[in-house]
């Protein structure tokens, strides 16, 4: 049987139960904020960030994991592992994809390392972790483990409903004359994953409504969610999150939910309020 080791970056999200249960090596991203930087979630909780995040004035920013970092992960590993495979966030979002490459190429060991692009962020690339680390605590090799991997990646849906349009306005993604309007008019945008990119996915009146037109979508493409595991997670909303579980399991037979909070790095652009859920498609 071969020993697989997973690996990933702190994009994923993945709470801490699931790190521990599979033994899943996480490589922080640095959070800047102007002159101080911070190792996600290991020299700030996300408690701390919100925190710094509500009193700054400029928004925080990413730095992606250095080659080095992946270095130092993969001479940690590679004498007790057949394979190391790496699952980072999106290459069309940060450069960890190919800092991950190059280190294997550093250590003269691509044979052993295997880099997968999520295309995905947050949880979305959390369950793909997951279920990479699943499949190798049941004895699976790397080569069913890269096959189902891109398969899940080509079907999983991500749905992040943004509550507030003022960390929009902040990085410049919208104006701010639609972020008062939207503000105004209580309006929650929808965005999801295409091609690794974030695009829009729709606009939704009324927070109340969200929940509804989640429900309505996933009845339309007739999901089926049973024997499948899907992830929920919130920013500072956790009722909300708790909520949309509910309606859920209302709604389908799901066999596993993934419960978590929206990590710091994707907190930037999606902001207090935010929540989403990711699930495979048929």
Do not use: H
């Not at 190059?102 to 692009?117: G, S, W």
């Not at 091609?195 to 996915?201: A, C």
């Not at 992830?231 to 579980?245: K, P, S, W």
Request: charged share 30%; net charge negative; proline share 2%.
């Amino acid at each position: 049987m071969e020993k697989i080791k997973i690996i990933t970056d702190s994009v994923s999200d993945i709470p801490s139960q699931y790190i521990d249960e599979y033994d899943i090596e996480v490589i922080p991203l640095t959070i800047n904020f102007e002159s101080e930087s911070y190792k996600d979630k290991v020299d700030i909780t996300v408690d701390e960030f919100y925190k710094k995040m509500d009193e700054s004035n400029k928004l925080p920013t990413t730095s992606q994991v250095t080659p080095m970092e992946f270095l130092n992960t993969y001479e940690k590993f590679k004498d007790d592992y057949d394979y190391l495979i790496v699952i980072t966030l999106s290459s069309k979002l940060s450069g960890t994809y190919q800092s991950a490459i190059t280190a294997a190429q550093l250590a003269e060991i691509e044979d052993k390392v295997i880099v997968i692009d999520s295309k995905g962020i947050t949880l979305g690339q959390g369950l793909i972790v997951l279920e990479a680390a699943k499949m190798a605590k049941n004895g699976k090799n790397k080569d069913e483990i890269i096959e189902r991997l891109n398969e899940l990646i080509d079907k999983l849906e991500y749905i992040i409903v943004v509550d507030s349009l003022e960390n929009l306005k902040k990085l410049g993604r919208i104006s701010a004359t639609k972020a008062f309007l939207g503000e105004k008019l209580k309006i929650k945008p929808v965005i999801t994953m295409k091609d690794g990119y974030i695009v829009q996915m729709d606009k939704i009146r009324g927070r109340k409504k969200v929940i509804k037109w989640i429900i309505e979508k996933m009845k339309s493409e007739n999901v089926n969610l049973k024997d499948k595991t899907i992830a929920i997670n919130y920013a500072r909303n956790e009722e909300f999150g708790i909520e949309l579980v509910d309606t859920i399991k209302e709604n389908f037979d799901v066999s596993e939910i993934v419960f978590g909070e929206v990590g710091c790095t994707v907190a930037i652009f999606a902001g207090t309020g935010a929540f989403a859920i990711y699930y495979e498609k048929e």
